[in-house]
């Protein structure tokens, strides 16, 4: 049996997906971000205790097939910034049809009925999110950052980092080394 | 080193247009915008310049000469048929977006209604279109 959730983001969410099964005893394959093997099928009553177990990490199961196709996009986007440049150098349009098995428009469209924005505004505050990463956990340069992810120029990254975050990529990071900020990824 | 970009929006809308162009300059005030109300003026425009746009965004719904008729056009003029055109619309028919890459559309984008988003669908788009010139170039 397969489970979907959503809003697993990264590392941590899968540690706290592993912690919700654990203690409910429930034996799984293996546990990607927004999707779970499990080696048993689950009863209507477990199911509401996985659910409300993974609410206190603000995470929830999901049964919309739309829901899921949706979940499904972000974490293509998201396993997408975090792989190896060969593959950013992929069209998003090629790599998530690909991905997914349907037709991008066909994905366009339901991205924006559920969401009420596009799939592009969607990779572009996630991919910033991404940059900031770079800044703090790496600590890489700007000019490195945009090589990594396969920016058009460094001065792209920062006017769209600006448009945004509302400071540049300069800003933001001496905000870092003071220790005036707050992190957002995963609130 | 390239050269300036240079793009050209064809699109009836004014309003449309103008959120087009304010988008363009927040994502590169270098880029070089020319624009065009239908299908028919972005035809003499091309074939009467003796330099031609790295892109074309088209709105499909125009009156009098719309854009499928534009592509067409455009993609069967030997010294037009190699500028990228990205075709954006507020239709959401598979078909039709299927129809239009056939016909040569490399791209094909739903118009937003909200104007905050046009900002990230031209961000988005030309980046991803900006990334490949150097690679065209260098070949």
Request: charged share 30%.
């Given at each position: ?71 499904r996009i972000?974490i293509l986007i998201?396993e997408l ?13 090629e790599y998530l049809s690909k991905g997914l098995h349907y ?85 | ?139």
């Amino acid at each position: 049996m397969t489970l979907y959730i959503r809003n697993m983001v990264c590392l941590r969410c899968k540690m706290a997906v592993q912690s919700v099964l654990e203690g409910l005893s429930i034996r799984y394959s293996s546990i990607e971000l927004g999707k779970v093997a499990l080696l048993e099928v689950l009863s209507p009553d477990q199911q509401k205790k996985i659910n409300a177990a993974l609410q206190h990490y603000k995470l929830e199961l999901m049964d919309d097939k739309r829901k899921i196709l949706v979940e499904r996009i972000k974490i293509l986007i998201i396993e997408l910034l975090h792989s190896p440049d060969n593959e950013m150098r992929l069209k998003l349009s090629e790599y998530l049809s690909k991905g997914l098995h349907y037709d991008y428009t066909y994905l366009s469209n339901i991205f924006s009925e559920m969401e009420g924005s596009t799939i592009e505004r969607f990779y572009i505050v996630t991919r910033i999110e991404r940059v900031k990463e770079l800044i703090v956990y790496e600590d890489l340069s700007v000019t490195e950052i945009a090589y990594q992810l396969n920016y058009s120029s460094v001065s792209h990254l920062c006017l769209q980092f600006k448009k945004v975050t509302g400071q540049t990529p300069s800003m933001f990071r001496k905000k870092c080394e003071s220790g005036d900020f707050v992190w957002r990824i995963c609130e | 080193m390239r050269d300036r970009i240079s793009l050209l929006i064809i699109d009836d809308d004014a309003d449309d247009r103008n959120l087009f162009l304010e988008a363009v300059k927040e994502v590169d005030e270098e880029i070089e915008c020319i624009t065009a109300s239908d299908g028919k003026e972005a035809l003499d425009l091309l074939k009467n310049s003796s330099s031609l746009p790295d892109f074309i965004f088209l709105d499909l719904r125009m009156p009098r000469f719309n854009g499928k008729k534009c592509l067409f056009e455009i993609k069967n003029d030997e010294r037009l048929k190699s500028i990228p055109v990205i075709i954006y619309t507020t239709s959401k028919e598979i078909e039709e977006s299927r129809d239009l890459k056939e016909m040569g559309a490399i791209h094909f984008i739903s118009k937003p209604t909200n104007p905050e988003e046009i900002y990230y669908l031209v961000s988005f788009t030309l980046e991803e279109q900006l990334r490949i010139l150097p690679r065209k170039n260098q070949a």
